[in-house]
Each structure stands twice: as C-alpha cells, then as structure tokens.
C-alpha cells in the first residue's frame, strides 16, 4: 500500500469512491459532483481540498495501480483555536475495510494536521456507523454530543433569500 497526495489523474479514482460512501450512506442519488468539478476545485489556483490517496498494485488497471482510499479535507479557520483541518470524508473502499487502511489514512491527516501546527482536527460521522465512532473513540477523538450538524441545501438558500 502506498499512500501519496493525490493528483488530478486521479480525481475518477476519487469520483467512484465518493459515489461508493454515497451509497454506503444510503444516498446513492445525492453526489452530484463531476470528476471535472474535483479537477478544477482541488487543483486550480486557489484549491479548495486537498487529498490522500491510498493506491495499491492491481492487475485491474492499466497502470498497475488502484486507489482504493482517500482523505479528502481542506483548512478552515476557528475563532477560537485559529488555523483548523476538517477532513471532509475518509473513504476505504470495501474490499480493503478491516486491513489497516483506513487507520494509514487517518493517522496520515493528523500527521498533516501536527505537520502544518494546526490545534485542531474535525470531522462529523454518522451516529449509527458503529464501527467508525469505535474507530475514532479508541484513537483518543471525542465526538461532541451537544452540537448538531446544520445545513442549507441550495433550495434552501433559494427559499430563504426569496424572503429577505
């Protein structure tokens, strides 16, 4: 296994992955993004992600290789610990789940995170992922109860500016 920034090569890779946790999250119809969007928004001038790729030797590709993990994440700034990651998805694909992957991508954020002095690492999980708040509660991570996740799709957005 070889786990190395990703590229914009890569962004299909990154595609079929993102659509893979969509239907793991039981949402298969909700990515909308294209492999472009991810080429023009992690790799233009101002990107706005970074990622991770794990890849490992394939006979499934014509290269040789097949990502089979990614960590996307991008920085955000907290008014109250300053310079901030967020790690927007880790994704194993499942034939690799339980093989360690998943902790190499991990452990390669918070690498990034102590690499760029960052006082904070955050990301939001699904309640009934079982295995994954595990996961992140045995790596010594606490999963605040009292916040919830607030959201505005773009209907919402529409709706509440039509109001304003």
Not at 5 to 29: C, H, R, T, W, Y
């Amino acid at each position: 296994m070889n786990i190395r920034k990703g590229n914009p090569e890569d962004m299909k890779s990154v595609l079929g992955l993102i659509q893979e946790l969509a239907i793991f999250e039981k949402e298969p119809d909700a990515v909308v993004i294209t492999e472009e969007d991810l080429v023009r928004d992690g790799f233009g001038e101002k990107p706005l992600f970074q990622v991770f790729v794990a890849e490992i030797d394939s006979n499934e590709t014509d290269n040789g290789k097949e990502i089979v993990g990614i960590a996307l994440y991008y920085y955000r700034y907290s008014t109250w610990k300053g310079k901030t990651i967020h790690l927007e998805d880790l994704i194993v694909k499942e034939k690799m789940r339980g093989t360690g992957l998943g902790t190499a991508l991990y452990s390669e954020i918070m690498k990034q995170g102590k690499k760029d002095n960052v006082r904070r690492v955050e990301w939001n999980v699904l309640a009934w992922n079982t295995p994954a708040v595990n996961f992140y509660k045995n790596s010594g991570a606490r999963i605040l109860d009292d916040w919830q996740v607030v959201q505005m799709d773009e209907a919402g957005i529409g709706s509440y500016l039509e109001k304003l």
